[in-house]
């Protein structure tokens, strides 16, 4: 099972990026889906989640800028960010727990880099 994300890049202040991780391999079901962001010198943090059932959770700090969503018939996880402020600048990994024939595992993608500057 591998996790791919894509979608960073350079954003100005008050600009839009969305950001979307797929699952591929051999999967039976996803619970819940995530980003998660570690900016330089500081810890990795929850920024967004979703379950099965679309169930959302978000960090205080995105909540009415980001929207998480997900295609289930596309294990596909996005998260749309809008009015995107310079504190928005980190890598974010997208995280799933995954059931598989061999259990249930956690998987994270590579990261994609997210910079907001003018």
């Known amino acids: 099972v591998q996790l791919q994300a894509s979608g960073g890049g350079l954003a100005q202040p008050g600009g839009s990026l969305r950001l979307s991780c797929a699952a591929s391999?051999?999967?039976?079901?996803?619970?819940?889906m995530g980003w998660y962001r570690q900016a330089p010198g500081k810890q990795r943090e929850l920024v967004a989640t979703?379950?099965?059932?679309?169930?959302?959770n978000y960090a205080d700090s995105v909540k009415g800028r980001f929207t998480i969503s997900r295609e289930n018939a596309k294990s596909t996880v996005y998260l749309q960010m809008n009015n995107l402020k310079p504190e928005d600048t980190a890598n974010y990994y997208c995280?799933?727990?995954?059931?598989?024939?061999?259990?249930?595992?956690?998987?994270w993608g590579q990261g994609t880099q997210v910079t907001v500057s003018s």
């Open positions: 995280y799933a727990e995954i059931r598989s024939w061999t259990g249930s595992h956690n998987f």
């Open positions: 391999g051999t999967i039976l079901s996803i619970n819940v």
């Open positions: 979703i379950t099965n059932g679309g169930s959302t």
